[in-house]
């Protein structure tokens, strides 16, 4: 059983959990995610692992709270344990060899983009970051961004924070004011990295994007998470997540990633009932 | 004397139209009667042709006088001394290709049910014997078995009997490999699979589930953590596709997702369980193995009004089980012989549609010795569905091979190994199951992981001393 070490509410919807899995704790890098079920009834959910801490034992996961079994997971307290935890799986981003970064966090994606900027930074890179949210209540991580680096900007959708505009558009001010970036990262809603990538293809900056698609075992079996890279098929779980935003088919994606919103509706319906009682 | 029916004793069944709406136990098993009768066709005869037929050499003749004379228990324990999971390989065996074949009385008539018999002698103890297994005494060698699937629950059962300290090392929450994930319910009872594993727990078979070897830990730092042999079982999990036009389309499973939803998951039983599965209107199966019948015969079970599978070659050439495709005709799957999808249709919001398929005809035999089907001109038709499940095979999962350096590969991704022993290019590694031979059966994977068991016990015979913790 993994015990839930800590858990802190990031905003509304967003949580952060402290997982204790000492041996992915161990093994973990910035890119790889992990497989979880909360009970003997769950699905297995992917998640990108946040951050981890060797020493601990730790394993720090950030989830938004859209349907069933993340509904269910942002009720579990300190203290209460995860029936399954597998990980870490999929390969490390690949950050070496870079001078000048900008990386991208939408929403929620900024959890995933935090870990990246961090190691970055870490091995000697020049790091940008830019998060973008709807608005001033879905910010997460300003401190620890902004910890990594001084050139953090936070934007949101409606300027409730100060800032507005797009992801896009900041990196592309970002650009044109003459900063030569040779590597974007981007992560977030499919529709926000393929705005990025579209960006970064007209100025030919290399652009890695952080896929999350539906999976059910994370070990390349069930292929399931099917991406087209460049025409080829590739699995998210084992070739990936992170894969080159030029060649990834977007379009594609984001029809796959509603296979089955019905059936996850249904579910998140049936758990609301037996929350109030209905059932 | 013998009985000299030519027909095996019928064993019941649940009733086609009724089990293809649930995912019970079809075939239902022979009672203490049946059993006997069956036994009886068994001539004992001197050659003993059916053990040779055996993968793993059960002593098919002496089990059988057992259930004769009405020692069930003794039978089964005949049975358990080759076969580590006798009521598995009792529902899941192709009888007809192995045992049952060489069976003298099939000669004149059909051969004796040993399947069936092997499965009654199980059942007969589950439900009614005590569990005998007990531990060896431990030589105190440490030995990693990765993979708890038909190869590695055997390897692992067989050295825990020689006094091994074995850990199975398994990637899913669930141990049984293909035998939970794969194989239905309606096929292969879980909690039979359960009380398998739980008798290797009782050897002293320690099993870590959510352990990716590969990930987690390497074959590499098993072997500095003071495992002295390590077996990889570790199957056939990556799904071949056709790379036709359309596959990418929502509604298009490769057969892993597809049974790996309702069987380890049970997305039959959504929304009580979490994950789902499409309910098919109609769907289509493409392949003619046990997989694809598998496949079709949960698609009818969770509602799909017609289902097809979809073959390139003849009935005879399919390589499922005989039962198999008996049971899925019974339950009303429609056979599409002779037929190969050349796209799968789609709608503008990526949806599947239909599937489009050719006709073939046999030709000339092809390496397999099979007759290779070629495509018969003008012959295209089109069937309206919203579900396809690819079951065309799969090819050995990368993960192992990707991080262990000096294993060598086939270029197709197979371990390669010295047959006789299952040993790898790897000193004290060996391997054996799908990862080496692709996708096959259950029983030829508990053949190689009982012979890689005996060479790792040659192995470590040599300097035992040193090896103990």
Request: glycine share 10%.
């Amino acid at each position: 059983m993994y015990e839930i070490l800590k858990k802190q509410e990031l905003n509304e919807q967003v949580k952060l959990m402290e997982i204790y899995a000492p041996g992915i704790a161990k093994k973990a890098k910035a890119g790889q995610f992990i497989m979880l079920r909360i009970d003997e009834n769950g699905e297995r959910i992917p998640l990108t692992i946040a951050d981890y801490d060797r020493e601990k034992g730790s394993v720090t996961i950030i989830f938004q709270e859209v349907g069933k079994s993340t509904i269910h997971l942002g009720m579990l307290n300190e203290g209460e344990c995860l029936a399954d935890f597998v990980g870490p799986l999929g390969v490390a981003t690949h950050l070496e060899g870079y001078r000048k970064a900008a990386v991208i966090g939408g929403g929620l994606g900024t959890a995933i983009a935090y870990p990246q900027a961090k190691a970055l930074k870490k091995i000697g890179c020049d790091v940008t970051v830019i998060a973008g949210f709807r608005n001033k209540d879905l910010i997460i991580l300003e401190k620890e961004l902004f910890d990594i680096t001084d050139k953090t900007i936070i934007t949101t959708d409606d300027g409730s924070n100060g800032i507005k505009g797009f992801v896009t558009n900041i990196l592309e001010d970002k650009i044109k004011e003459g900063e030569e970036f040779d590597l974007v990262i981007a992560i977030g809603p499919l529709v926000m990295m393929k705005a990025v990538s579209q960006l970064t293809k007209r100025y030919g900056i290399k652009t890695i994007v952080s896929m999350n698609p539906v999976m059910i075992d994370g070990t390349g079996m069930c292929g399931g998470c099917r991406v087209k890279v460049g025409g080829q098929t590739k699995f998210a779980c084992v070739d990936g997540p992170d894969f080159d935003g030029h060649l990834i088919d977007f379009d594609l994606a984001i029809r796959r990633q509603n296979f089955y919103k019905k059936e996850e509706q249904t579910s998140v319906e049936k758990h609301r009932c037996r929350l109030e009682g209905v059932n | 004397m013998p009985n000299m029916s030519l027909h095996k004793v019928e064993m019941p069944e649940q009733n086609p139209d009724v089990r293809n709406k649930n995912f019970k136990e079809v075939a239902l098993g022979y009672d203490e009667d049946m059993a006997v009768t069956e036994a009886q066709r068994c001539l004992n005869c001197k050659t003993r042709p059916c053990v040779s037929g055996c993968p793993v050499n059960v002593a098919i003749p002496d089990f059988i006088m057992k259930i004769i004379r009405g020692d069930f228990i003794g039978a089964y324990e005949t049975i358990k001394e080759t076969n580590a999971l006798p009521a598995v390989c009792g529902r899941v065996c192709p009888q007809e290709s192995q045992c049952e074949q060489l069976c003298v009385r099939g000669k004149k008539g059909e051969p004796v049910a040993i399947g069936r018999l092997e499965r009654f002698a199980a059942d007969y103890f589950l439900a009614n014997g005590a569990s005998k297994a007990k531990k060896a005494e431990s030589n105190g060698i440490k030995v990693a078995v990765i993979g708890a699937g038909p190869a590695g629950i055997t390897c692992a059962s067989d050295l825990a009997q020689m006094g091994y300290d074995v850990t199975v090392f398994e990637a899913f929450h669930k141990a049984g490999g293909v035998l939970v994930y794969g194989i239905p319910e309606f096929r292969l009872p879980k909690a039979i699979v359960q009380k398998e594993i739980d008798a290797l727990l009782d050897m002293g078979v320690k099993i870590q589930t959510n352990m990716v070897i590969g990930r987690i830990k390497s074959i590499d730092e098993l072997k500095q953590e003071g495992y002295q042999a390590i077996f990889i079982g570790s199957g056939a999990g990556l799904p071949n596709f056709m790379n036709i036009e359309g596959e990418d389309l929502n509604g298009v499973y490769s057969s892993n997702e597809f049974l790996t939803r309702i069987n380890l998951m049970r997305a039959y039983e959504f929304p009580n369980y979490d994950t789902p599965v499409k309910i098919p209107e109609v769907a289509a199966v493409i392949g003619g193995g046990n997989v694809a019948m598998d496949a079709a015969r949960c698609a009818k079970r969770l509602g799909a009004k017609e289902v097809y599978i979809i073959y390139r070659r003849g009935e005879q050439e399919m390589p499922a089980r005989l039962e198999e495709i008996h049971h899925a005709k019974e339950e009303g799957i429609i056979f599409k012989l002779l037929s190969a999808p050349t796209r799968i249709l789609g709608n503008d919001e990526g949806w599947v549609t239909g599937i489009e398929c050719v006709e073939m005809e046999l030709g000339e035999p092809d390496a397999s010795g099979r007759r290779r089907p070629v495509v018969k001109k003008g012959s295209e038709y089109t069937i309206d569905l919203d579900t396809v499940i690819v079951a065309i095979g799969q090819s050995p999962n990368p993960l192992i091979r990707n991080t262990t350096p000096n294993l060598e590969t086939e270029s197709w991704g197979g371990i390669i190994v010295e047959e006789e022993t299952g040993k790898t290019s790897k000193a004290g590694v060996y391997a054996g199951g799908d990862a080496v031979t692709g996708a096959a059966t259950v029983i030829l994977a508990m053949g190689a992981g009982k012979v890689a068991a005996k060479a790792i016990d040659d192995f470590l015979s040599e300097n035992k001393e040193e090896k103990r913790l």
